[in-house]
């Protein structure tokens, strides 16, 4: 990213040589992220982040059936789930599947929930808290047989499963460079040639009039690089970080008593989201802080306070205010597992004695 | 910025350590742009650039009625035209107030043009393709007496005006820190404490639920770097940058005949704006990108052809399709505005010849 960052960085939208040879580097990394999904390049289009990304599908691939109807899951993400409210506003009907205890959607609940008037089923490809992986081929073919939209939110999975865009069968995929190692400030939606999309941002046509504003070069260039990278590496990593995560959730399944996984396989390798009976996960949180070891209750959330997992609530198999998420990365360590396999035990036991 | 791309870099919005560091950097760079603007921290959204920055201004500041009625100018940039366009689809009217001659907005008009059922006027601080100043504090007081929300799009004049908020009077102002030497990829919106805005970005709850998606915290911090060089730097810049732009439309005027400039004072100093009687802008722009001199027929725009300048037709004064725009800025020379002086000259001969 630096040459685009501290160079004269001129814009890709001018005419001139400076402006087209800027286009050349954005197109380029256009085409790349392109070829990691198997789409095409006008099928791209560079956003702010993965809640933009949601936000712009929600809107914008409901919008030729104004009032319609949508059907989401229980389980996603705020990106999801706070567009889908502001739909509701607009005028629109929005079903959310539930989950089973297991964490996943039922593909006949989805086809028994279609209308006549849906306009888009967006169902995330795996989830954020608990990483289960939703079967989205199948559940975009129903969509497909009705020949409704089909939007999955990939933020999540990116990085971990593959996400050709063929193979699963979606007409939209939404992506953010930052959880694969690229920059924050930069998200991805692939839309399907041919479906019509309607602009959030309006304004001077960039982005073939579907996301108006100065290209920022670099980002993209920065989420191209993250994302070959993680797919060249996505498999050795998997089986790397998959190891780790279990010698981590086993560990403490047998180390804490009352203690329980929530979400069951298929998963995502990188996160561990356990119930510890009893102890108010947000309370954990802060004392494992203080131990030096990072963990979320819910999502992350601007609030500086955590709500109940509004996953966990869906999953109906145990208190939504015990779920605490650890996750796993790439320059997670053995080290760093065993530690927490040392400090969580006695925390928890001290916060159960008092 | 470098550190917050460079080494691990943490959720804004994750309660915990490494989490909250990254917020408290997030809100140091939000505090300096505020205290740029004169404003509160809480008043600053950051977005993706200006064009989100304006989308969100046209459609968040006027939701408190919808399908009311909004005012514009015909000079705006797309950004806010084709925003103004989609509220237009919602439901809202649109009244665009004319400019006279010299690409200025009558402020009679306006208060003329003000209904019972209007929810905002936005009006642009310095126009980007002729650089004309508006009497934006007159403008916001006429829409302040009637409890109208006044927004004006501040891009082009960032870095060559002062910004206060208050000393303007605007409810609303937008920022893109690329105009000023900061990084493409964040853009900035002021609203007033106390104004309703509705987001375009539903989620999270970042940025006080204003704009989810996770936060760019490199962005912000080159953002308000790049506010904070621009504003040290502004008088003796405008004054640097004015004697360049007067050499270049003052010898461009006595060396072409049939010359005139589009616009008058109060102009920004780094636009000059000119007209070659007979010469289409589009070609001069793609011979003078042969001779290595970057030029701009109407605004930077993505489809590849540039068209007539809506700016300059408003103007009402020349051929639109004629107005070439020559940009100044920090790096410019006086050897680079001689180079310009003696060829653009000998070119136009050559095209008025042929």
């Not at 849906?118 to 990483?131: K, Q, R, S």
């Not at 108006?212 to 970080?241: K, M, P």
């Not at 131990?291 to 999502?299: C, D, L, N, Q, R």
């Not at 605490?324 to 065993?338: A, K």
């Amino acid at each position: 990213m630096l040459p685009y960052l501290e160079g004269p960085v001129f814009n890709a939208s001018s005419l001139h040589q400076e402006g087209r040879r800027a286009r050349a580097v954005l197109e380029e990394a256009r085409e790349r992220v392109a070829r990691l999904l198997g789409a095409q390049r006008k099928e791209i289009v560079f956003v702010a982040n993965g809640s933009e990304a949601d936000a712009l599908a929600t809107f914008g691939l409901s919008a030729k059936r104004p009032g319609g109807h949508i059907v989401s899951s229980a389980i996603e993400h705020l990106a999801i789930l706070a567009s889908l409210e502001a739909r509701k506003d607009e005028g629109y009907d929005v079903t959310l599947l539930p989950v089973d205890g297991h964490g996943f959607v039922d593909p006949g609940a989805l086809r028994f929930a279609l209308r006549d008037d849906t306009a888009l089923v967006t169902i995330m490809y795996a989830n954020n808290e608990i990483g289960t992986i939703q079967p989205i081929r199948e559940l975009a073919a129903i969509a497909r047989q009705h020949s409704i939209a089909f939007h999955t939110d990939a933020v999540a999975a990116a990085g971990w499963l593959p996400i050709s865009v063929d193979e699963l069968g979606v007409d939209g995929l939404s992506l953010a460079a930052h959880k694969i190692g690229g920059p924050k400030g930069i998200g991805i939606l692939y839309v399907r040639d041919g479906m019509p999309l309607v602009p959030l941002v309006h304004g001077g046509g960039q982005e073939r009039g579907m996301r108006a504003g100065t290209e920022d070069v670099a980002a993209a260039v920065g989420a191209a690089v993250a994302l070959e990278l993680a797919e060249q590496e996505r498999v050795s990593r998997c089986e790397r970080v998959l190891a780790l995560r279990n010698r981590l959730e086993l560990g403490l399944l047998a180390k804490v008593p009352l203690s329980r996984v929530n979400g069951s396989e298929p998963r995502l390798p990188n996160i561990a989201n356990l119930s510890f009976s009893g102890i108010k996960a947000e309370v954990l949180a802060v004392r494992l802080d203080l131990e030096g070891i990072a963990v979320s209750p819910g999502s992350a959330c601007t609030s500086g306070i955590a709500g109940p997992s509004h996953v966990v609530e869906a999953l109906g198999t145990g208190n939504p205010r015990e779920a605490l998420r650890f996750s796993l990365g790439t320059q997670s360590t053995e080290e760093e597992v065993d530690f927490v396999l040392q400090v969580v035990p006695n925390v928890v036991s001290e916060l159960r004695r008092t």
